[in-house]
């Protein structure tokens, strides 16, 4: 049985091995970007909160000092830093440095779901292309041999069979990976967005020290 089976994987012809290459290549990105996106993965809430609450109490450069050793190196804390550090130049440069960041970390977060795809794209069509060898190989047979044996029809049919098979697997392989990687990525990128949403609110809110409020009831008194 195992005999057979390495006759057939022989007989399927050279494109079964670039079909292999591309499955360990899409193995190999789907594992290193599922790795990557969960080392980013995380609740950016509380972070935000404690920014909010500090920006509103002591201003924006003391919630970025703050966050400097609160903050997890997720996207979203690093959008709430470009913002934050520009955000004494006013609301415009804040909003400018954030969709910055945002660009900057959409690239990070999406690397390689594109390519993955492409791969998907790829794998069925050398499947295919196997199979139009195999079956060009079947009919050359027919040409070259006026009773063809059973063994001789069976080697350009397994090579068609399995490279549409092994292309079919490559492109499922990459389907499911991207799908999960974008669906991963997505939930990530929702955490910036909603920094860039809310920042410029908190920055228009003039915070309240001690001197505002004795200077308020000083006049409340005259």
Request: charged share 15%; net charge positive.
């Amino acid at each position: 049985m195992n005999l057979n089976l390495l006759q057939l994987l022989a007989s399927a012809g050279p494109l079964l091995w670039v079909l292999f290459l591309l499955s360990l290549y899409v193995v190999y990105l789907a594992a290193l970007r599922f790795q990557v996106l969960g080392r980013l993965q995380g609740s950016p809430d509380a972070t935000i909160e404690r920014a909010r609450v500090t920006t509103a109490a002591s201003g924006p450069a003391a919630a970025l000092a703050e966050m400097d050793w609160t903050g997890l190196p997720t996207p979203a804390v690093t959008v709430l830093r470009a913002g934050l550090g520009r955000a004494e130049r006013g609301t415009g440069a804040a909003v400018g440095a954030m969709n910055a960041a945002v660009l900057a970390e959409d690239a990070r977060l999406y690397a390689g779901i594109q390519t993955l795809g492409t791969a998907a794209q790829i794998g069925p069509l050398l499947g295919l292309l196997g199979t139009v060898i195999g079956m060009v190989r079947s009919f050359l047979v027919f040409s070259q041999t006026s009773s063809p044996t059973t063994a001789q029809l069976a080697t350009g049919i397994s090579e068609a069979l399995i490279n549409t098979g092994a292309g079919l697997i490559v492109a499922i392989v990459a389907y499911v990976a991207r799908g999960a990687l974008r669906a991963r990525a997505d939930r990530i990128a929702v955490g910036m967005e909603r920094v860039r949403e809310e920042l410029p609110g908190w920055l228009s809110r003039p915070a309240e020290t001690p001197l505002d409020f004795e200077f308020g009831a000083g006049v409340a008194r005259r």
